[in-house]
């Protein structure tokens, strides 16, 4: 499956961005779909996944209550609501796509990344 993520950008602190991710060359409805993130010197990590039915989520510590994940399967695409953006959350994000039984591991296919800036 190829993935496209767009919908970045610089937003103030307390801002909203939507991501989107755009899927293409296999069934999506068989794939969960994560967001990871990765900024300058740290590790990559997730931050919010979906189940292929779109019945389960799961969202990190750090942004549970801000960001929401959602997925149009009609659409081929996946999602990501970002509100009360804070510096910290200043990243590259990348969508990924797994087809384990865990919407937390086994993501095999990424889109290219793109940048979130949060400005102070």
């Known amino acids: 499956v190829q993935l496209q993520a767009s919908g970045g950008g610089l937003v103030q602190t307390g801002g909203s961005l939507r991501l989107s991710c755009a899927a293409s060359g296999r069934t999506f409805g068989n794939f969960n779909m994560g967001w990871f993130r990765q900024a300058p010197g740290k590790e990559r990590d997730l931050v919010a996944a979906?189940?292929?039915?779109?019945?389960?989520?799961y969202y990190s510590d750090s942004v549970k209550g801000r960001f929401t994940i959602s997925r149009d399967n009609a659409k081929n695409t996946v999602y990501l609501q970002m509100n009360s953006l804070k510096p910290e959350d200043t990243a590259v994000y990348y969508c990924a796509a797994s087809s384990s039984v865990y919407i937390n591991r086994g993501y095999d296919y990424w889109g290219q990344g793109t940048q979130v800036t949060v400005s102070s």
């Open positions: 979906i189940a292929w039915s779109g019945r389960n989520t």
